[in-house]
């Protein structure tokens, strides 16, 4: 069983940090990317920031300069720094592999408070 377990999350000021982490362990073949995707209420999922195996990673504009992602295949952490309110949503943690397509985690809310 695949399984993709994440820690972090919480209740933030505006301004304030948080920290998300994924770890992933199971059977998964030819892991091309890991990442982070978010969904607000009402709203649809979107990524926020990926890496793909190779190192090259890439960040929602909304994001870019305040949101850091670093690891590597067994885990995987996101930085949030500078959160604003419109940052307040569901996070996930994603692993894509080639033929066995996405898994994703349970998620964890993040909320940033005014």
């Known amino acids: 069983q695949v399984q993709l377990v994440e820690s972090g999350g919480g209740l933030v000021q505006a301004g304030g940090s948080l920290r998300l982490s994924c770890a992933a362990s199971?059977?998964?073949?030819?892991?091309?990317?890991m990442g982070w995707y978010r969904q607000a209420p009402g709203k649809q999922r979107e990524l926020v920031a990926s890496?793909?195996?190779?190192?090259s990673t890439n960040y929602a504009d909304s994001v870019k300069g305040r949101f850091t992602i670093s690891g590597d295949i067994a885990k995987n952490t996101v930085y949030l720094n500078s959160l604003k309110p419109e940052d307040t949503a569901v996070y996930y943690c994603?692993?894509?592999?080639?033929?066995?397509?996405?898994?994703w985690g349970q998620g964890t809310q993040v909320t940033v408070s005014s």
């Open positions: 994603n692993v894509f592999a080639a033929a066995q397509g996405n898994y």
């Open positions: 199971g059977r998964i073949f030819s892991i091309i990317s």
């Open positions: 890496m793909t195996r190779g190192g």
